[in-house]
Every structure is written in C-alpha cells, then in structure tokens.
C-alpha cells in the first residue's frame, strides 16, 4: 500500500429536514388543527483514531465527504428521521486543521480517540409547534439549518518512542527488523526504504517501545533534495533518536564524523527541538570490522560527540541488547520529565 501522509478533503455535514405544514384530516372533525412534524437532525461529521491504519492513502481518490441529510417532517405529528453521522477513520498521529485558517482543529493521538469536526443542521420546526390561542391554525413551518462545510488538511506524524536516522543504508531497517516484528524492505542500495516503518520491541513480559525507521536522509534533505523533509515530520514525536552510522566500508574516523555532522546539520535545519532530542549514537555493521577497527572509529565518535558510542551488529546481535534497554531507560526518562514538567504548569 502506498504511503500517504498528507491529504485535502472536504466534509458536510447533514441539512436538518424542513418541518411540515400540516393539518388533521378526520371525518366528523372539521376543525383539526395543525399536525405537521419537525425535520430530522443533519449528519455530523467526527474523525476517529483508529490504529488499524497507518496511512491516509483511503482519502486519496475522493475528495468531498458529506454526512446524511435529515429527512423533513411529516404529517400526523411524526418528526423527520435524524441524519446518519459520517465517522472518518484515519491512523494515530493524524492532525486536523482547517485549511482556510490553517489552525489546527484536533490532534488524534489514541485508538478511538472520537472527535467533533462539524455539527449537522438542526431539523426545522412543524406547523404544530407553532400553534397558539392567537393562531390556531398556522400555516407555517421552518426550514432545515444548513449544515456546515470545511476543507481540511489532514497531515500524518507517525508517534512513535524511538527514531532510527541515519544516512541511506546505515542500517536502520536491518536493526528495527532485528529487534521487532516489522519486515521492511532491505537491500544493499540507497533509499531502500521509500516509507517510515513502524516495529514494537518487547522487553520482557510488560515493557514496549514503538520504534520508527526513518528513511535515509542525505545533505539538503531540510530543503527538500532526496526524500527531503517529506519524513522529518515523522521524527517530531519521537522521544529519542537512534543515530546509526555505517563504518564498515569506511577508512578514516573523520569520514563517520562527516557522516554524523551531515544527519546532525540537517536537523537542526529542519527543527532545533528535533535536533536536540535525547540521542543514542550506535556504529553499525560492525561484523564486518576488527576489533581493532571498532575500538578506532568508536573512541573517534565518542571524543567529538562527547558522549558514549555503542557498537551494534544487526547480523551477529552483538549489543542489540544494551540498546534496547538503552532505548527503554530513554523512554522512560523522557516520559518521566514531561510528567513533572506537566505537574509543574
């Protein structure tokens, strides 16, 4: 399935039903009065979070989405039927805004999460309710409320605890198909991964993290070359990154440092928040490296980060461990200072 992560739609909601004009028709009653119904209720229009999907591809063909009309009122005192509601499944991480105002109307951030976006039109009023000691026999009803139109722009970003970022082919689908359930498509050449892929890692019988493998960004990526900032967005929610840096094929400790400057200048270019999110730095491939090898270009990385290196192997495991806990200590840690961050506000 094709990844979408921006739409345009456009939704309605339902017109109330008119009331009716009315009035008893009975034998041996020549005087009946009014009896004309209400209209029904108009159709709202909710979105519902729904963790089934993954992408907004389903909006991608139709453009205009309205919801049911209320029916109008009949005679014998019977209302008109309310409108069915239109409910639009969309995945986790989807952001509504109006696209005329460009404010953001809801953030959808659970399964099920149900959200108002537009109300249907009232039913309008019979002839029987307008009927009073002056007026015996109005003939007059109201009209249906019109229900409301809007365009919306629905952007997709992916929530997830961990990024995995890196240049193309460092490793990042190798490591999240090792470590979780998720089966990307791995090959041995750029942009292998045309999509964000989502994996669960387990850690032990309570403990999870959600990890994204971002696809490989490269130079200029914030200004849109290669697969550009098309799948920054995805990184914004995260509460850590993963940087994995491929050394294997590499022959100096300034070509990884290179390599880790042009992820780091990209995103800072994109988000500074982005940028200075908790970061665990991993040297991938490392099986097929020596020892010695490892210890160079590791002690390298850890001298200009200033901060520790973990060496990882996705094929042989070494270390996989250590990260993931690293991965969950981060999680928790972050999960932890916005609690008391919240608590504080």
């Known amino acids: 399935m094709k990844f979408i992560d921006e739409v345009n739609i456009q939704v309605q909601s339902g017109n109330g039903g008119k009331g009716s004009v009315s009035f008893r028709r009975e034998k041996h009653v020549p005087y009946g009065g009014p009896e004309g119904g209400n209209g029904g209720k108009g159709g709202d229009v909710y979105i519902l979070g ?51 105002s460009e404010s953001l109307l809801k953030d959808i951030t659970t399964h099920n999460q149900r959200e108002l976006i537009a109300r249907g039109g009232k039913g309008g009023l019979g002839n029987m309710y307008f009927k009073s ?44 198909s090792s470590i979780s359930s998720a089966k990307p498509k791995i090959a041995d050449y750029p942009f292998t991964t045309l999509t964000p892929n989502l994996g669960v890692v387990k850690l032990g019988e309570e403990d999870s993290l959600v990890v994204a493998d971002i696809p490989g960004l490269i130079e200029d990526a914030a200004d ?24 294997s094929m590499l022959v100096e400790p300034y070509e990884a440092i290179e390599q880790y400057a042009t992820i780091r200048g990209e995103l800072l270019k994109y988000k500074e928040a982005v940028a ?9 491939k490392i099986d097929a490296m020596s020892e010695e090898e490892i210890t160079k270009f590791q002690e390298a990385m850890e001298a200009h980060a200033d901060k520790k290196v973990l060496p990882i192997s996705s094929v042989s495991g070494r270390n996989l461990d250590h990260l993931k806990e690293l991965m969950l200590k981060t999680k928790h840690s972050n999960t932890d200072k916005k609690s008391t961050e919240e608590h504080n506000e």
């Open 50 to 100: 729904d963790e089934n999907i993954n992408t907004l591809v389903n909006f991608r063909g139709r453009k205009v989405y309205p919801a049911e009309h209320g029916q109008n009122g009949r005679n014998h005192q019977m209302d008109g039927s309310h409108g069915e509601d239109l409910i639009l499944h969309v995945p986790v991480g989807t952001l509504v805004y109006d696209k005329e």
């Open 224 to 247: 849109g070359k290669g697969l550009g900032i098309q799948f920054l967005k995805h990184i914004e929610r995260t509460s850590a990154l993963v940087h994995l840096i491929d050394c």
């Open 276 to 284: 200075w999110k908790p970061e665990i730095i991993c040297l991938t």
């Open 133 to 176: 000691s002056t007026n015996q026999a109005p003939r007059f009803a109201q009209e249906g409320e019109v229900g409301k139109t809007i365009d919306l722009h629905l952007e997709l970003k992916l929530i997830a605890d961990i990024a995995l970022v890196g240049l193309p082919n460092a490793g990042k689908s190798t490591l999240i």
